[in-house]
């Protein structure tokens, strides 16, 4: 069973930084997918950014700019470095992870989710 698990989430002032960590392990081969998505209150889960491990991002157009995605494929780690932040940035960050190789792990795992607040 791949496990996810996230680290790095609090409460920071508008125009702040805060930078999220994930760590996949429990699977023989490294995720082909790692990412983000976050859910605000009342609000459907949406996608932040993604990477694959060959290092093709992905973002939501509305974060582009604000928002870095990186990844160790070594560790097996994404992060997520949040910049010039905003109270609608309030949410709980999910972190993804997406195995295709290796039958025995191959699937989508999540997170159990990290709180990110921005006071205005």
């Known amino acids: 069973q791949v496990r996810v698990v996230e680290s790095g989430g609090g409460l920071v002032q508008a125009g702040g930084s805060l930078r999220l960590s994930c760590a996949a392990s429990?699977?023989?081969?490294?995720?082909?997918?790692m990412g983000w998505y976050r859910q605000a209150p009342g609000k459907q889960r949406e996608l932040v950014a993604t990477i694959t491990n060959g290092g093709s991002t992905k973002y939501a157009d509305s974060l582009k700019g604000r928002f870095t995605i990186s990844r160790d494929n070594g560790k097996d780690t994404v992060y997520l470095q949040m910049n010039s932040l905003k109270p609608e940035d309030t949410a709980v960050y999910f972190c993804y992870a997406q195995v295709t190789d290796g039958a025995p792990w191959r699937g989508d795992y999540w997170g159990q989710g990290t709180q990110v607040t921005v006071s205005s």
């Open positions: 429990g699977s023989s081969f490294s995720p082909n997918v």
